[in-house]
């Protein structure tokens, strides 16, 4: 698929692709097994009441757009209202349905979605914000501040202790045996290396060296830009934060705990671990 992002549509009578939220359920289609997006000339055509779209740009020539479906008495989420064939469920859900390039998409129209409804005000003076003719901002009505969608920075890294990789049971997933490799969040001022080396010194005591970029990964939930590394091993003993991470010890590609699923690029960095180490 193309994706031709855009922020103005010329043409509007076409039927666009609608991905319509509410808060991070996706309204789908069912069509027997197969799962796609709406084809509508607009909302109203199932008899729903949303916010203003957002246009996003231009999937194989067809238009797309996004809005949040109004939550009242007489246009509720409980899906009774939606006809036969359409349905809600969360977007995470969805992931193994609709696909790598229509889950991106619908990731990038959740993003825009929430941000255009949660940034109506300007944080410094409290004037209304308007989108920006120009590009994909919104400019404050009042002090004439611009302000651009919020992607939050996050690290992955895979690091490796010659034939064995680092990985670690999360804390947040309380109950759950996955492990995975480590990752945080890019503090300001840091350098992607920075954010590496201090993530893995603080959740497990390990110092590192070799950093490289590998591959990168938009992740919605809410907003993040997973940036993927390899790492090798320089010094220290294994220590759990304890409050991160629970455990963390280092397998070979032979003997490795329960692992993410496929499409995060968590598991695309243990694959490429475990074809070079096997
Ligand atoms: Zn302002």
Not at 60 to 74: K, L, R
């Amino acid at each position: 698929m193309k994706f031709v992002s855009g922020i103005s549509c010329s043409d509007r009578n076409d039927r666009g692709l609608w991905f319509i939220f509410s808060r991070n359920k996706m309204l789908y289609k069912k069509d027997g097994d197969k799962v796609t997006v709406p084809r509508l000339l607009s909302p109203s055509e199932l008899g729903l009441i949303t916010t203003p779209p957002v246009y996003l740009g231009q999937a194989d020539g067809v238009n797309c757009w996004t809005a949040e479906f109004i939550d009242t008495e007489d246009n509720t989420a409980d899906c009774s209202i939606f006809p036969e064939n359409t349905d809600l469920k969360n977007l995470r859900e969805l992931y193994p349905l609709l696909g790598d390039e229509v889950f991106s998409l619908a990731g990038r129209a959740l993003q825009l979605n929430n941000w255009n409804n949660s940034w109506q005000f300007c944080p410094s003076c409290g004037g209304p914000l308007d989108n920006s003719s120009e590009e994909r901002a919104k400019i404050c009505g009042k002090c004439l501040k611009p302000y651009y969608p919020v992607i939050s920075p996050a690290i992955i890294v895979a690091v490796t202790k010659g034939d064995r990789i680092l990985l670690a049971r999360n804390l947040r997933h309380a109950g759950f045996k996955r492990f995975s490799i480590l990752a945080g969040f890019v503090e300001p001022g840091e350098s992607l290396e920075e954010t590496v080396a201090r993530e893995v010194d603080e959740e497990v005591n390990i110092k590192v060296k070799n950093i490289r970029y590998y591959a990168s990964q938009s992740w919605p939930f809410p907003h993040s830009l997973m940036l993927g590394f390899t790492a090798e091993y320089d010094s220290g003993e294994i220590k759990a934060d304890g409050i991160e991470i629970g455990e963390a010890d280092w397998f070979s590609a032979d003997n490795l705990p329960e692992i993410p699923p496929h499409g995060s690029i968590s598991r695309i960095l243990i694959d490429n671990f475990v074809k070079n180490n096997s």
